[in-house]
């Protein structure tokens, strides 16, 4: 019993020392100028909603786009 607490003492020290991060699925549709899907949309793996909307925007090009994490819209992306 001392080693199981002493094990989740030091899981717990070294998860906030290196603040471990869960990878999340986006899906990044881009649109055309009627609004809709133009392409297959593209997932990208981020740590969370602003890395994913950063990225999206590379990936935006000259197009308005939209981001989603499973049935969660995240942000829409006007034309930049």
Do not use: N
């Not at 991060?21 to 392409?39: A, H, I, K, N, R």
């Not at 297959?40 to 999206?56: F, K, L, N």
């Amino acid at each position: 019993e001392r080693l199981s607490i002493c094990r989740s003492l030091l899981v717990c020290f070294c998860s906030r020392l290196y603040r471990v991060q869960t990878m999340l699925d986006y899906q990044v549709y881009l649109l055309d100028e009627q609004g809709c899907v133009s392409q297959v949309p593209q997932v990208i793996s981020c740590v969370g909603d602003d890395e994913a909307t950063r990225r999206a925007r590379q990936l935006q090009g000259h197009q308005a786009a939209e981001v989603w994490q499973e049935a969660r819209l995240v942000i829409k992306l006007g034309p930049p």
